[in-house]
């Protein structure tokens, strides 16, 4: 992996503003030459450093969706199985392994109570699946979009 310097840290900072800046925009703001801006940008991308870019819904276009966030518990070594499952279905957005009670916490986000409904029912029957609670997100009140 790459050891990002703090110029590696501006830049990113810079992107998750605004991942739509131009290259000459970004350098500019750095006080670097664009093509200096240029190399970062293809460095940190080729380590892996930046995975890929993405859109930031406004709070109108994430109103249309219903986020939820489901606690799981698993059997024991059934993780990667569960996973395998999980990430088959399009409404699962995020899987983040935890610590406590739960082993995974699944974040999901679907069209409506139906779908979220469904969705949930198909996660409780997965193999490896002993437990689960769902939290149902009402309002963002902090996004610091990372």
């Known amino acids: 992996m790459t050891d990002l310097d703090p110029l590696d840290r501006q830049l990113l900072t810079l992107l998750a503003a605004n991942a739509r800046a ?10 670097i030459a664009r093509t200096t801006a240029q190399a970062r940008l293809e460095r940190l991308e080729r380590s892996g450093i930046i995975e890929g870019y993405t859109v930031r819904l406004s709070d109108d276009a994430r109103r249309s969706v219903i986020r939820a966030t489901v606690l799981i518990s698993l059997t024991p070594s059934a993780q990667g199985p569960v996973l395998a499952q999980l990430k088959k279905l399009p409404q699962v957005e995020r899987v983040h392994t935890t610590s406590g009670r739960f082993d995974l ?3 999901l986000a679907c069209p409506s109570t139906l779908d979220l409904d469904q969705t949930l029912d198909r996660i409780g029957e997965i193999d490896g699946v002993q437990d689960m609670e769902s939290l149902i997100h009402l309002s963002t009140r902090i996004d610091r979009g990372a």
């Open 22 to 31: 131009p290259v000459a925009r970004l350098a500019a703001k750095l006080g």
């Open 105 to 107: 916490a699944c974040q």
